[in-house]
């Protein structure tokens, strides 16, 4: 057997050297498809566009939230001008109070219970603003209402519960202006 082998190696080894001689290369064996299969690659494209889509659903949620706040608070402030206007300084008080409750709701996105959701979100590593968090423009967690703005309605809040205390339509009125001007520069007034 290893004669016959002996007999078979000379003519192969033979034939070798005579084709690398004259320059013939053997082709070279095709490269192996590496890429990633078209099917899955649409497949990832389509879940992009469906978390950009819950991205953008979330924000648009979140304005809702906050422009029915901002019609409930302006129904408020209405029956709190009409009390003052009455003479009714014990409606008044109340809905002044419950006026700025409503405005410390828009500062922060909502009562309690959205609160609740934001946390869970944020614990599950959702942070719509990951990079506006980052350089200080909004709070953990927020979609719309910035930092300043935030700010802005807590002051106005506070502003309107002293008006509430003391019965003080002027300052009901500064309060007033500047919690509008603040949900209107977040574009969440009533259209």
């Known amino acids: 057997m290893r004669s016959a082998l002996r007999v078979l190696a000379l003519p192969v080894l033979l034939v070798s050297v005579t084709l ?7 082709a070279p064996a095709p490269a192996a498809d590496v890429a990633t299969p078209a099917e899955l690659v649409k497949s990832y494209d389509t879940l992009a566009d469906a978390i950009l889509a819950v991205k953008h659903t979330e924000e648009n949620l979140v304005r809702a939230i906050l422009a029915g706040g901002w019609a409930h608070a302006r129904a408020e402030h209405d029956r709190a001008v009409a009390a003052l206007s009455g003479g009714s300084r014990d ?97 969440v007034a009533e259209r």
């Open 20 to 26: 690398l001689a004259f320059g013939f290369r053997p």
């Open 91 to 187: 409606a008044a008080r109340a809905s002044l109070e419950t006026l700025a409750a409503l405005v410390a709701q828009l500062g922060s996105e909502g009562d309690n219970s959205v609160a609740a959701v934001r946390k869970r979100l944020l614990e599950g590593g959702h942070h719509h603003n990951a990079s506006g968090e980052a350089q200080g423009i909004y709070d953990e967690g927020f979609v719309v209402v910035t930092r300043e703005a935030r700010k802005a309605l807590l002051d106005a809040s506070r502003a309107i519960g002293q008006a509430a205390a003391s019965g003080d339509r002027t300052g009901l009125d500064k309060a007033w202006a500047a919690a509008e001007a603040t949900v209107k520069s977040l574009a």
